[in-house]
């Protein structure tokens, strides 16, 4: 039998997710605690895949009424707009705006996008038990926990523009219901990104179960 | 086996379990099989993030008193700051995205600049940092959630929106929150946790319990 590299699991060592001190766990004990932190022991994140899937599939409905819904409401004299996600961006690159319009649209439509659907693929390929790429799956998840952040992009600006603007009569700029429909996807990706464990896509490699 | 216990380390992406070797300062240890950083060797790290977060934080109330920019119409100016627009926005019936904002802009960043702050300036001094577990801990659950980098481009998009329709003048805070931006990305860049974990307590460092 070749040896495969050995993960800290197979060998009944954990990692705290504290302060990274690998000690030695009994591996069906009552919970442990780490020698040097004291944060509870644990293999892998307790219920990782299915706190995923709740945070992804409740992101993904919330993602509906964050595009359908109006995100900002622009009036001033001589003209009076309501601007969804995707409307906004195009009335940006419309007005000449190109750079923005691309920051935009990588920010507010592009990146949730690649969140959902790359975290749908990460947890089904888990579930299935794939042998599939694993150091590009990896990578995947990397990329997904450094981008996240940048989709609240929106969220500022419609801050700022709504809470500047507000001559009366003059102009008004109004946040709309989808800036909270898409806040919350904001955060629901970030949480779901955080319960997804990594090390999950590599245990198939090993040929054994681990819990908890 | 060595006479010194070996020091073990597991890959967080992959549990890959690994060997800890000392390394040249300004190296980077990766992980074996799935490339992830495990750790830097990174000079002076206490002395260099202690200095970088104490500026970030004078830089930080500097970026919250003044206004960011404020625009012209007839004559009438208005300005506004980062709570200012918090506040104008709760008062709008908008309170879960100012709430949001709130968060990710001032109450994350704060507590990342007061963490670290109660962390090193005890270690530089050669004392026992008070509670450490629990700054370690929030300094960890709050790191993704401050996004001063990401305000701060917000801050650009709303600067150039704004200019197809009024005049707007640049505030003060509008620099201090760009070089803020550049202070907490070197401060978390010469961060290392490993070894301020390593420092307080050097008895169980990187060893295997029995």
């Known amino acids: 039998m070749t040896r495969a590299p050995a993960s ?13 001190l690998v000690s030695r766990r009994p591996r069906f004990s009552s919970p442990a605690h780490c020698p040097r932190c004291g944060a509870t022991l644990h293999f892998r994140k307790p219920g990782s895949i299915q706190r995923c899937w709740a945070l992804v599939i409740a992101a993904y409905i919330l993602y509906i009424p964050a595009n359908a819904l109006i995100m900002m409401e622009t009036g001033s004299l001589i003209t009076y707009r309501k601007d ?40 089904i390929s888990v579930q299935r038990r794939s042998t599939w790429h694993p150091r590009q799956r990896t990578r995947l998840f990397r990329l997904l926990e450094g981008v996240g952040r940048w989709s609240m992009l929106d969220i500022y600006v419609v801050t700022l523009l709504a809470a500047l603007v507000q001559l009366g009569s003059m102009a008004t700029v ?27 896509i590599w245990d198939p490699l090993q040929k054994e179960d681990i819990h908890d | 086996m060595a006479d010194r216990p070996v020091q073990l380390i597991a890959c967080h992406d992959c549990d890959l379990l690994q060997r800890d070797i000392a390394l040249n300062p300004g190296c ?121 980098e990401v305000f701060m481009l917000g801050v650009l998009v709303s600067l150039v929106k704004l200019t197809h329709n009024f ?44």
């Open chain 1, 8 to 20: 800290a699991a197979a060998q009944g060592l954990c990692s705290c997710h504290v302060c990274q």
């Open chain 2, 28 to 148: 980077t240890a990766s992980c074996r099989r799935c490339g992830a950083v495990l750790y830097r060797n990174a000079t002076d790290s206490i002395d260099r993030t202690l200095a970088y977060t104490l500026a970030a934080g004078i830089l930080f109330l500097v970026a919250n008193v003044f206004p960011i920019f404020s625009i012209e119409v007839q004559g009438d100016r208005s300005a506004i700051t980062l709570f200012g627009a918090v506040l104008s926005l709760w008062q709008q019936g908008m309170e879960i995205i100012s709430l949001m904002v709130f968060v990710t802009a001032i109450v994350a960043p704060a507590l990342e600049l007061i963490s670290l702050t109660i962390l090193l300036m005890p270690l530089r001094l050669g004392l026992a940092p008070p509670s450490h577990t629990l700054f370690m801990r929030t300094l960890q659950f709050i790191e993704p959630w401050g996004m001063v």
């Open chain 2, 167 to 210: 005049r707007v003048i640049p505030g003060f805070a509008l620099w201090s929150f760009g070089l803020l931006t550049l202070l907490l990305a070197a401060a978390a860049a010469s961060f290392s946790a490993r070894d301020v974990w390593a420092r307080l307590d050097p008895r169980s460092q990187g060893e295997v319990a029995p």
């Open chain 1, 84 to 123: 969804t996600i995707v409307s906004g961006v195009v009335h940006l690159w419309k007005t000449g705006s190109w750079m923005i319009a691309t920051i935009v649209f990588i920010a507010s439509v592009a990146i949730p996008l690649l969140k959902l659907f790359s975290l749908t693929l990460l947890l």
């Open chain 1, 174 to 200: 109004k946040a709309g219901p989808a800036a909270i429909a898409f806040g919350a996807v904001v955060v629901l990706t970030m949480f779901a990104t955080m319960q997804f464990d990594p090390r999950l």
